[in-house]
């Protein structure tokens, strides 16, 4: 039900910004909309100097309706939102930008987080897979690759997990909780290979993965979730 209200929500957001023109904007002489702006940054600051987000937002709101071809005002407030954990409002500012450019690093990273977080990863996908071929993070790849996986597209899943497995940098690391106030930095290889065998054991698979997991704990020995997952491939 949630994913489905998201849906509707994007959906209806875009008609209504679509219906409206720039024309029915008041016009201001260049003078005046400078002073209004120096005024609603000034203010934007102050609040954000006073851990005042509400008010924050309501300053950028005035910025975006008078400077719409500055998408710097929209970028704030889609970083203020994801930050204030408001991710579906985060993720609709974040779109609106990406429907203007869409290989805005930040309007991206912001969509792929927010989407995902509210459980639309079908549309959270695509925003990974971009951040990886716009900047070649690796992270990005792994986080393509696992969605993938949790939207059983295995044989997308294995490319990105074989891609990450050749790529992947040596002091490269990613989280995984050890315990509920622990976690464990993991090397970015054996992170990938543990995805692997955990695609493997979804299909069926048992002595692939047991390989993956076997090199993955081979390279992390202190790796407990792929331990885990080695004991349920025996």
Do not use: C, W
Request: hydrophobic share 45%.
């Amino acid at each position: 039900m949630k994913r489905v209200l998201l849906m509707l929500v994007i959906a209806m957001a875009g008609y209504g910004l679509k219906a409206q023109t720039n024309d029915s904007i008041p016009r201001l002489d260049p003078k005046t909309k400078n002073v209004l702006n120096i005024q609603n940054q000034a203010a934007f600051q102050l609040a954000m100097r006073y851990n005042d987000a509400q008010s924050a937002k309501a300053q950028l709101y005035q910025l975006i309706v008078r400077n719409p071809e500055n998408l710097r005002f929209q970028e704030a407030l889609a970083s203020l939102y994801f930050e204030s954990g408001e991710t579906m409002s985060a993720a609709l500012t974040a779109l609106d930008i990406l429907e203007i450019n869409d290989k805005n690093i930040a309007a991206l990273e912001i969509a792929a987080y927010s989407l995902e977080a509210v459980g639309a990863l079908d549309r959270s996908l695509p925003h990974f897979e971009s951040l990886y071929l716009l900047t070649g993070d690796n992270f990005s790849l792994y986080k393509s690759g696992f969605i993938q996986y949790s939207l059983k597209r295995y044989e997308e899943a294995l490319n990105s997990v074989n891609m990450l497995i050749k790529n992947a940098k040596v002091d490269e690391k990613i989280g995984f909780p050890k315990s509920q106030t622990e976690t464990q930095e993991i090397s970015m290889k054996a992170a990938a290979l543990n995805l692997k065998g955990m695609i493997y054991l979804d299909q069926g698979s048992k002595t692939e993965a047991k390989t993956a997991f076997e090199e993955a704990v081979q390279l992390a020995p202190e790796f407990e979730l792929a331990k885990e997952n080695l004991q349920k491939a025996q």
